[in-house]
């Protein structure tokens, strides 16, 4: 089992930034990836931006620029970094983190943190 906590999330206006943190804890040995997904009301939850554990990042174009995601392996933490905010960034931004899926104890599972708000006024 995992368990993901964000934190950093609020209000900002427009072209302002903000931090995000992922706690993670519990059985953390199978993570293959970890990501930040954004999900605004009635629309499906997106992939924000992912690193794997060999430093390899991804970015929606939407973000490409403006965030930046970082890791710290050693406190179990993820980061968000995310500058020159937008109206349309809008949204709850959820951690994720997806298990590599081999052997007898790595299935496969995705976890999900429980999501942050992120609001930015126009």
């Known amino acids: 089992q995992v368990q993901l906590v964000e934190s950093g999330g609020g209000l900002v206006q427009t072209g302002g930034s903000l931090r995000l943190s992922c706690a993670a804890s519990?059985?953390?040995?199978?993570?293959?990836?970890m990501g930040w997904y954004r999900q605004a009301p009635g629309e499906e939850r997106d992939l924000v931006a992912s690193?794997?554990?060999?430093?390899?990042?991804d970015y929606a174009d939407s973000v490409k620029g403006r965030f930046t995601i970082s890791r710290d392996s050693a406190k179990n933490m993820l980061y968000l970094q995310m500058n020159s905010l937008k109206p349309e960034d809008t949204a709850g931004y959820y951690c994720?983190?997806?298990?590599?899926?081999?052997?007898?104890?790595?299935?496969?599972?995705?976890?999900w943190g429980k999501g942050n708000l992120v609001a930015v006024s126009s």
């Open positions: 690193i794997t554990i060999g430093g390899s990042t």
């Open positions: 519990g059985d953390t040995w199978c993570i293959h990836s």
């Open positions: 994720n983190a997806l298990e590599a899926n081999w052997g007898t104890r790595c299935h496969g599972v995705n976890y």
